[in-house]
């Protein structure tokens, strides 16, 4: 069981900040200046070339792929790390595209992160031939799977609202129909136990930097099921994922299994800080996390709704439909949300009216949460965000 | 002028090693370390997500790119940084292949860098439509250049020899072809003072780990010519590239100029490590650079030659077509860099037979490059590199 009072001390918060953000930038763990700079004077500092054999740099994004796979209910040996969430989005799309020929249709659906909507649709543009994204509202997915889709790509917790779709029936479903999926977990990965492979996920992506706190522009990762790891042929076909990088061969033959997804030089720095923060999330129980995320979202939705008739609930009350955050809808809730970091409760705004929150039993505990929602109660029944400088956006919101 | 014993002083070297091989990872500043952890406790951990505003991360792409710009002879605000060199390769291919609508070839030589060639394979393969990748001898590729190429895509500098392709000639005549041309600066950046306006390339792509010395995994730069800027429309089009990545439209259009070709979010901690580098390398006089980078090579090419027969020169004697790297030929070329290594010379082994040196002003003087010559002179005439262990290879070599 883990003490989820104990893992809070390993979190360098802020005096006087309730962070709600997790989900968005992870908080930084204590260890992971020590770690990082670890790396950067003993390692790189002093082996120099050498530490790519000598501090393990080559086999990083396997070994470290091996700790997220818990996490996501992954194989071991079929998570590699590396590059950005979008890149590891358009290659596992341009796999499955190759992997089912006679169909032109990826679906997605208008709860998706745009980045992703954004890739399939240059990989479309690049393809020609009729490729095609077409896009549904969240709730219509599992409808709109028929003979033409190639591909099913979605995110299971949708950024805005928090809702989750059901992996296991959409997978199902669209294998049913002769389609492949795609999950991208940014908000699954680090909020509850994702399952991939009993879900039969063909492809799953997600990044590291919100709830596995590996720091901004930490890397992403990429499952691929172990029925199709030597099947893929990367579109991306970089020298890392190259069946022996340093014969320098001039024509590619793709790696085994998942390294073949690999493209560049692996970004060390980003992965040791991660690392510090995978130290701390290889002792963390999922399913006591899972117990304590929804205590802590249904006490925000009950404090909030209580005092606050003006905001709308965005996420889903059943807990088998909802993430780890909750979201309120409110045409000013980008004021709002300003008022709110003011008073030293941050989360975010996404466009056009979502208030939103994430909670992380690993640092935020009932205290912050009964803390929080008295701000916003005050907040709001005291109209504090009518302010024009809460109005005034910045250019990252 | 820029004073070399200077520069020295700011990196910190190991004791008693003299490392040729900034080429293919630079040494460590002894900025790095406190300004990386700067950016992870005062940044990361003090601002959280408002860092992604306050402490300018979200900029940083752009700003860190201007800074590549002096070094590369780009137009200030047309580079920018992101991803591994292979993700901004194929970026570059992409959009020149769409600029070229009615032709096929993308024309590379053999002495380019493997992934390089991956990438362009893989992408003609996502293409079809007869798309293909043409590779011929590096003293071939201007007689090559015919109207069938769509993008000539070269390495400036053989990264096994050093040999240097003409830039502006090439260019010109891809131009007059009627195709584009993209130079990868892996191993020029830094190098010598590059001129990409003034050579004509349309797009330039390169990495900052080996003479920009940002650290294993540094994040990769992409310049692109300004009368391109607005036309290009990226292959690999991710919410960082979009025009207004935080209104989280459901459609993609693309940034104004090469912020367009930005993806996902930017690795922040890599990116410091940079700045630190670029702390130096702002105050560098390229010309003074390029003199010494020439007295270093010719020393060293005067001292292997007049004591070891056995090795053969690869790299060209004229100034001109030479990078700063030396290289020699050696069957047993992979032990030999053992036995170096065992005796504290660090340079790298190229297969099948190449010695690779690599020479930078910055942190390596005459007394370094005799010390060297002597070591390897003794290693070369009493075959201290004939040893089973010296010819066992590991992963990385």
């Known amino acids: 069981m883990t003490d989820f009072t104990a893992t809070k001390a390993l979190f360098d918060l802020p005096e006087g900040i309730i962070y709600l953000d997790g989900n968005s930038l992870g908080p930084l763990p204590r260890a992971t200046a020590a770690r990082v700079a670890q790396t950067i004077t003993a390692e790189w500092g002093q082996m120099l070339i050498t530490g790519w054999n000598k501090a393990g740099w080559m086999d990083k994004p396997m070994h470290v792929g091996d700790r997220i796979a818990r996490l996501i209910g992954a194989e071991t040996g079929h998570v590699v790390m590396g590059d950005t969430l979008s890149i590891k989005v358009y290659q596992a799309l341009a796999s499955c595209l190759e992997m089912t020929p006679t169909r032109r249709v990826i679906l997605s659906d208008t709860g998706n992160f745009p980045s992703d ?8 543009r690049t393809l020609g031939q009729g490729y095609q994204l077409k896009t549904v509202a969240p709730e219509d997915v599992l409808e709109a799977i028929d003979d033409s889709v ?20 959409l997978t199902a479903r669209a294998h049913e ?3 492949l999926a795609i999950w991208d977990l940014a908000h699954s990965a680090g909020a509850f136990q994702v399952e991939v492979a009993a879900g039969g996920a063909d492809f799953a992506v997600g990044c590291t930097y919100k709830y596995l706190n590996s720091g901004p522009g930490g890397p992403a990762f990429i499952y691929v099921a172990p029925r199709h790891a030597d099947r893929a042929i990367p579109a991306l076909s970089g020298w890392q994922g190259h069946e022996a990088p340093f014969a320098f061969d001039l024509s590619y033959r793709p790696a085994t299994g998942a390294e073949r997804l690999r493209v560049g030089t692996p970004p060390i720095l980003q992965l040791a800080a991660l690392e510090a923060s995978l130290d701390i999330w290889d002792a963390v129980d999922m399913t006591a996390l899972r117990k304590a995320s929804l205590a802590l979202t249904d006490r925000f939705i009950t404090g909030i709704e209580a005092a606050c008739p003006t905001l709308s609930l965005a996420t889903p009350r059943d807990h088998d439909a909802r993430g780890s955050q909750v979201s309120f809808r409110h045409p000013e809730g980008y004021a709002i949300m300003q008022a709110m970091i003011a008073r030293g409760v941050i989360g975010d705004f996404r466009a056009p009216d979502i208030i939103r929150c994430g909670f992380t039993p690993l640092f935020i505990d009932a205290g912050d949460v009964d803390r929080a929602v008295e701000i916003i109660v005050d907040i709001m029944q005291n109209n504090l965000w009518d302010r024009p400088d809460y109005k005034t956006r910045a250019k990252v919101t």
Not at 117 to 124: I, K, P, S, V
Not at 152 to 165: A, S
């Open 150 to 169: 190639a591909v099913l790509m979605i995110t299971e917790v949708d950024y805005r609202t928090g809702r989750r779709h059901n992996m296991a029936e």
């Open 117 to 124: 909507l954004y890739m399939a649709e240059g990989l479309c």
């Open 177 to 179: 129909k002769g389609a």
